[in-house]
């Protein structure tokens, strides 16, 4: 886990110490990674979660396309995973969330997270691409939605 994911939040005061970490979905490969978060929001419809899922841990799936508009259905599958995000972050969780590069759809979930815990939308989009990397949120559609 790079610093600068670890500690995407690290300005923010989150309920209980909680964290949120965005990351690829090779990262969630590895046991070890998996260990340290109390839940994971696998994004990625491509990609099966029950391969690295471990026992005692909460696992989400919800599979989304990178597309630009999104496909049927993708859009209320994000906000209802957010809803889960930002509950679990509430409740002072560690969440993971991933998709298959850590770049769009993982940071539309967690983006509409922190909007649910009443982030502004342009501290959340500057937050996730100093821990992601400029190319993040490069979906138009799913940049729309965290900012509005």
Same mark, same amino acid.
């Given at each position: 886990m790079n610093a600068s994911?670890?500690?995407?939040? *690290? =300005?923010?005061?989150?309920?209980g110490g909680a964290r949120l970490v965005i990351e690829g979905h090779k990262f969630a490969s590895e046991t070890k990674n998996l260990e340290r978060f109390h839940t994971w929001v696998a994004c990625a419809f491509e990609l099966n979660p029950g391969y690295f899922a471990l026992e005692n841990r909460l696992t989400l799936w919800c599979p989304l396309d990178d597309r630009n508009p999104p496909r049927r259905g993708d859009i209320p599958r994000a906000q209802q995973a957010a809803s889960f995000v930002a509950e679990q972050l509430q409740n002072g969780k560690h969440v993971l969330v991933t998709c298959a590069m850590? !770049? &769009?759809? =993982?940071?539309? @979930? *967690?983006? #509409?997270? !922190? %909007? !649910?815990?009443d982030v502004?939308? +342009?501290? @959340? @989009? %500057?937050?996730?691409? +100093?821990? %992601?990397?400029?190319? =993040? #949120? &490069? &979906?138009?559609?799913? #940049? +729309? !939605?965290?900012? =509005?």
């Open positions: 994911t670890c500690d995407m939040l *690290a =300005s923010m005061r989150l309920p850590g !770049l &769009n759809r =993982s940071a539309l @979930v *967690a983006g #509409l997270a !922190l %909007r !649910l815990m502004p939308g +342009e501290k @959340v @989009v %500057r937050l996730i691409r +100093e821990a %992601r990397g400029p190319l =993040s #949120l &490069n &979906n138009r559609a799913f #940049l +729309e !939605l965290v900012l =509005s």
